[in-house]
């Protein structure tokens, strides 16, 4: 399968998220997911405070290499980081950007004995938290965005993210 690609996936009224899939495994996660992925989407959207709508946001799926260049750019943080959120300040109708990194996700979940998808939804949720402001610099607002991912997937099946093993 070739790399590229670019998917709209509506997420509710007024709301939606471009994809754009630089790196061809991304389509063995995100085909037939569409709904499941619109629905975190949406959850984690309206987790705290609602930005006004209409709302939309931008999600890179792509490779390490890209992702330590993006990390050494906008970071200057050496190597490649599984998820990597870019706020709009504008604080616009346009939310911001999300990059996810293939290989360190995919080496991530297998480490912990995690499902690949749950994995992948976990750290978009976690990259939508921070576009709405989450932080985890200190234990307290570590605390409360993890509890929020927590229910987040619990909602929509899927274990505990924290949790050392995950296969559902």
Same mark, same amino acid.
């Given at each position: 399968?070739?790399?590229?690609?670019?998917?709209? %996936? @509506?997420?509710?009224?007024?709301?939606?998220?471009?994809? %754009?899939?630089? =790196?061809?495994?991304?389509?063995?996660?995100?085909?037939?997911?569409?709904?499941?992925?619109?629905?975190?989407?949406?959850?984690?959207?309206?987790?705290?405070?609602?930005?006004?709508?209409?709302?939309?946001?931008?999600?890179?799926?792509?490779?390490?290499?890209?992702? @330590?260049?993006?990390?050494?750019?906008?970071?200057?943080? =050496?190597? @490649?980081? =599984?998820?990597?959120?870019?706020? =709009?300040?504008?604080?616009?109708?346009?939310?911001?950007? %999300?990059?996810?990194?293939?290989?360190?996700?995919?080496?991530?979940?297998?480490?912990?004995?995690?499902?690949?998808?749950?994995?992948?939804?976990?750290?978009?949720?976690?990259?939508?938290?921070?576009?709405?402001?989450?932080?985890?610099?200190?234990?307290?607002?570590? +605390?409360?965005?993890?509890?929020?991912? +927590? @229910? %987040?997937?619990?909602?929509?099946?899927?274990?505990?993210?924290?949790?050392?093993?995950?296969?559902?």
């Amino acid at each position: 399968m070739e790399a590229g690609g670019h998917i709209v %996936i @509506a997420i509710s009224d007024g709301m939606a998220a471009e994809f %754009i899939l630089e =790196d061809a495994r991304w389509h063995e996660i995100v085909a037939g997911q569409h709904g499941v992925i619109a629905e975190a989407l949406r959850l984690a959207l309206e987790a705290g405070e609602m930005p006004a709508s209409p709302l939309e946001l931008g999600i890179l799926l792509t490779d390490d290499a890209r992702m @330590a260049a993006l990390n050494a750019q906008f970071r200057g943080r =050496d190597g @490649a980081s =599984d998820v990597l959120s870019f706020p =709009d300040l504008a604080k616009g109708a346009y939310l911001g950007d %999300i990059a996810l990194g293939y290989e360190i996700l995919a080496r991530d979940a297998g480490l912990a004995g995690k499902n690949l998808f749950a994995h992948f939804l976990h750290l978009l949720v976690h990259g939508v938290l921070h576009l709405k402001g989450y932080q985890h610099q200190s234990g307290a607002a570590a +605390r409360a965005m993890e509890n929020v991912e +927590r @229910a %987040i997937l619990a909602s929509l099946g899927f274990g505990d993210p924290y949790s050392k093993f995950q296969f559902a």
